[in-house]
């Protein structure tokens, strides 16, 4: 597989942070640049009766006027009294002027549990030898460890984890263990039992949806139909037909199926129907308990040959043939073991021709 580095032009992108990764006795200075962006279609809010734009306005509720940013302080209220924080104030704090990547351990990289993330962010050497960055990466690289760290990003102090990805070093902020729910739902209490049937149709969906994760192939489809209609809009009107211009379907999966294993054998059916060639693994592996359970049935009626071709018969011959059809190939064996009841009469010519052979020789 080739690895692919990220296109990270450090021209084109500004670094939102400074500073250095201290692990040890070593400082190796870094500039921190965001590793995701967002494409989605910016829209905005107006009055449907007439267009107008709505905007929200940072009004004080003092005098009543427009504030600026830059004259926008914090403020906790505890509900008796109001403390203002200003920018001072909050720069003052020890974290807050911190400018390190503080590794606090080194963990295997399967212990993190990607509930935790939020934002990634790359690193790049910020000095005029990488040879500390290249270091540390290779490090991460060989020992299969993910380093936990600890940093001061705008204005909060944050835990996040250092790894490596495709030759570059991932900082990727995680939440606080405090912050995640526990999962406990009353609904999941009880004991629920689930048959061995429902098992194995269950296994043959995964298997035939099984595959390599790949995150090219998908799209937000969203955002393009978005822009399908903005464009149409543009190009029409208010007289574009919506619903003519995407289609109207119906999705009879949307409906509620009360009976899972109902929706097990027709999930499995609709695959193999859309898909799965014949004799592949997913339309064997859906009918592998019915197969067994026909062959059991048809050992001894079914003659050899039709027994092969079990597997490609539709359900509806199935049930005829527990109905009594798959007696009828024995009814029809008298008639085929009728040309060996003409042999006699085929030997009739050599008896006239020894009785010939006996008067010429009288």
Known sequence: MVRRRPMVDSEAMRAIWKGSITFGLVNVPVKLY?????????????????????????????CGK???????????????????????????????????????EFVPNEQIDPILFERSYYLEPDSKSPKAYVLLRRVLE?????????????????????????DVLLVQTIRWSDEVRAAEFDSLGDDLSVGKRELDLARSIVRDLEADFDPEQYV?????????????????????????????????????????LEALQRSVEKRKGADAPKGSRASKGSDASEESED????????PAARSRKAPAS????AAATKKGTASKPATKQP???????????????????????????A
Request: charged fraction near 40%; charge should be negative.
């Open 142 to 166: 060989e020992t299969e460890r993910t380093a936990v760290v600890r940093l001061s990003l705008r204005q909060r102090t944050r835990l996040a984890t250092m790894r490596v990805r495709d």
């Open 295 to 302: 062959a059991d049935e048809d050992a001894g009626a079914r």
């Open 335 to 361: 008639a085929a073991k009728k040309p060996a009841a003409k042999q006699p009469a085929a030997k009739k010519p050599a008896a006239k021709s020894t009785a010939a052979s006996k008067r010429k020789s």
């Open 34 to 62: 965001s590793a995701t962006e967002e494409h989605d279609l910016q829209l905005h809010q107006v009055h449907d009766a007439d267009g107008g734009r709505i905007r929200y306005e940072r009004k004080c509720e003092v």
């Open 220 to 260: 937000d489809e969203y955002q393009e139909q978005l822009r399908t209609l903005v464009e149409a809009k543009l190009e029409q009107g208010d007289a574009l037909d919506t619903a003519a211009t995407f289609g109207e379907t119906d999705d009879e999966e949307g409906a509620e199926v009360i009976d899972l």
């Open 66 to 104: 427009k504030v600026a940013y830059e004259h926008i302080d914090k403020a906790y209220d505890d509900g008796e009294q109001t403390v203002v924080l200003t920018g001072d104030d909050l720069e003052a704090l020890p974290a807050e002027r911190s400018r390190e990547i503080e590794v606090l």
């Open 314 to 317: 539709s359900g509806a011959k």
